[in-house]
Structure formats: C-alpha cells, structure tokens
C-alpha cells in the first residue's frame, strides 16, 4: 500500500477512539479493525494540533451533510474513500448506488477486511485520469450525485485540487452536492503543527496544497458553496474542539475548512 494510503489507517484509529467514548460523536464498530496497529502507531506519531478531535469532528460534520443528502441523490461517489465506513453504519435509501474510488492497494486490503459492503470499489489514481473508471463501473453523469471527498485535498497539488474539483463538476447533474474538506494556506507551515507535518513528509505522504480562499477556488471550477465551517463553529464543534476560532478577516491563520457545496 503506498504511503499516502497507510494514513486512511490513521484516520480509522482516530474514529475507532471516538466510537469507543461514552459521549460518541458516531459508532464506527470497524475502524478498530481497519486501523490495525500501523493506525494507532501513526495516530500517536501525528498528535498534536489537534488531529483527533479535528478527525472526530469532520467525521460528525460530514455524517450529518451526508444524511442531508441523501434522500435528495441517485449516486454517492466516496472519492479517496479509504477505510471509511459508512456504506456500513449510515441508513442509506435503498435504491442508491454507492461508489468507492482510491488506490488498488487500498481497495483490496480494506475488501479483505470489511465484507459484505454494498458499495462499488473503483481503483484509481486521482491524480490521473480517473473518471473513465468510474464510468466503466456505471456512474451516472445523467443522475444527481453526492460526492464525499474527506481528508484529500491536502494530499494533492493545487493542479491536481483544480482538475478534480472541475472534474466532479463536468460530472454532476443538476442536483449533485460535494462534501469535502480543506487547510489553509497558513496550515502548511503551522509551527504547532511542525512536527506532524514533518512527520507526514517522512512517511512520503506531505501536505502539498491549502487555501485561504476555498469559496473562489471552488467558484472557479464550477462549485458554489452552501455552508462552510472551521472546526470550533456553531454545527463543527460537538464539545471536541478547545481552541479559540480566529475570525476569518484575520490573514495567514491555519485553518480547517468543513464545506458543502453544489454545482
Ligand atoms: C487521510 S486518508 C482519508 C480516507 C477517508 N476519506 C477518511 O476520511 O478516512 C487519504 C486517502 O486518500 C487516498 N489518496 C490520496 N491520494 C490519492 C490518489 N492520487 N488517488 C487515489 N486515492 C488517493 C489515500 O489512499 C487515502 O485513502
């Protein structure tokens, strides 16, 4: 599995310690599994600056948009879905289609783990081109779709983060909502967050692209934004976040950014 892949296991550990609290922000009975010990040895390596709850938090703010969404789609693409599990735990409409899209390694360690999910595992390289794939696998460009786009963006170059946004939008009908997540420019040279961004490095998957301006980017390949959050705000907060949130005039200030956006 290539190294950017190993951090989906991060992210389970993360939610496997959310499930497992009394106050639980969600129940993911998986992600202990799919976590394995790589998981929780890399949720102890990237701690600090607030990782965990940050993980907990997107994870509740994207269940609740996800359910939103739901009644209102024909398709949901989980785009880099790793070990998420919520073609397991979330009470989907029967009649949807659900699509999982990341890389070949991933994919085939996560289906030897996790039986039974009614979703379509695609193998892509996002990067690349990749919408050839998920047709062949029977996306819909005719029907409204819900992407869900969680922990990525970071991942990719500026390029790569306007090439796809452009490309879920040229595949959207009317109707389609994304649900995703970006940093702040300021984020990748966090000097709290140093030492887990250097770690990331090391481990071969850096941060490589943030934004202090995640409306404009997404308005300029085809995405109009309905709700955005910083972790800490009203609807992004549930009790997980202890630090102050800096009003968004305030320039070069790492930041999160929980959005909804439609086409
Ligand atoms: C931090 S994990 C997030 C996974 C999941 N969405 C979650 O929130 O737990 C990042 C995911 O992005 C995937 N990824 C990164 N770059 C990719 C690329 N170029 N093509 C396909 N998947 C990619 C990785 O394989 C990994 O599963």
């Known amino acids: 599995m290539e190294a950017v892949s190993q951090t989906a296991r991060w992210t389970a550990a993360a939610r496997a310690l959310e499930s497992e609290r009394e106050d639980a922000l969600f129940t993911d009975e998986h992600a202990r599994k799919l976590a394995g010990d790589t998981g929780f040895e890399l949720l102890k390596r990237y701690a600090g600056a607030g990782t965990a709850p940050f993980i907990a938090i997107r994870t509740r703010y994207m269940d609740d948009a996800i359910m939103r969404a739901a009644s209102t789609v024909r398709q949901v693409v989980f785009v880099a ?6 073609v397991l735990r979330l009470p989907w409409p029967d009649d949807l289609v ?4 990341d890389r070949p390694a991933l994919l085939d360690a ?3 783990l996790l039986r039974g999910a009614r979703s379509k595992p695609v193998p892509v390289d996002l990067a690349e ?5 998920l047709c062949d696998a029977g996306f819909r460009k005719d029907l409204p779709t819900l992407w869900v786009a969680e922990g990525l963006l970071f991942f990719l170059t500026e390029e790569c ?3 796809l946004l452009r490309d879920l939008a040229a595949l959207s009908a009317p109707g389609s909502v994304l649900v995703s997540d970006m940093t702040s420019a300021a984020s990748l040279k966090n000097p709290f967050a140093r030492s887990f961004l250097r770690a990331l490095s090391e481990d071969g998957a850096p941060w490589r692209f943030g934004t202090d301006d995640p409306e404009g980017l997404l308005l300029s390949c085809g995405w109009q934004v309905e709700d955005l959050r910083e972790p800490g705000q009203e609807g992004a907060n549930f009790g997980r976040w202890d630090y102050p949130v800096v009003p968004r005039e305030v320039p070069d200030v790492p930041r999160s950014f929980l959005f909804t956006a439609r086409v």
């Not at 081109?129 to 794939?133: M, N, R, S, V």
């Open 81 to 86: 879905a790793g070990m998420d599990t919520r």
């Open 110 to 112: 996560k289906a030897e």
């Open 129 to 133: 081109e990749w919408t050839g794939a």
């Open 98 to 101: 659900i699509y999982e899209l």
């Open 161 to 163: 983060v306007r090439a």
